[in-house]
Nanobody
Framework: QVRPVESGGDSVQSGGSLRLSCTVS????????MAWFRHVPGKQREGVAG???????RYADSVKGRFTVSQDKTTHTMYLQMNSLKPEDTGLYLC????????????????????WGQGTQVTVSS
């Protein structure tokens, strides 16, 4: 079983930065996709950024140039560096993992992922 756990969420002012982490435990795979999503109550879950086992990346248009997804394969951890944060970036940030994903760079749609963390809250105030 793949178990992702997120951390790093906080409350920041507009223009600030945060780095989120997602550490995976359980069963490890050599080929995989991982992604960040954010959820705001009353809205559809939104894909933010993804990375695959070959370091291919994909970003939502709303975060391109501001967010960077990366990974440390030795610690099974994915990161999301978020700069120039805006109030509309507020939400519960969830990490998702899918072994043996076939589409590269990885999709950032919810249906592509079976393994989810509980999320970490990011709040950006104006």
């Amino acid at each position: 079983q793949v178990r992702p756990v997120e951390s790093g969420g906080d409350s920041v002012q507009s223009g600030g930065s945060l780095r989120l982490s997602c550490t995976v435990s359980g069963v490890y795979y050599t080929t995989y996709c991982m992604a960040w999503f954010r959820h705001v109550p009353g809205k559809q879950r939104e894909g933010v950024a993804g990375i695959d086992s070959e370091d291919g990346t994909r970003y939502a248009d709303s975060v391109k140039g501001r967010f960077t997804v990366s990974q440390d394969k030795t610690t099974h951890t994915m990161y999301l560096q978020m700069n120039s944060l805006k109030p509309e970036d507020t939400g519960l940030y969830l990490c998702a993992v899918q072994p043996h994903c076939s589409i590269r760079p990885p999709l950032i749609t919810s249906l592509a992922y079976d393994n989810w963390g509980q999320g970490t809250q990011v709040t950006v105030s104006s």
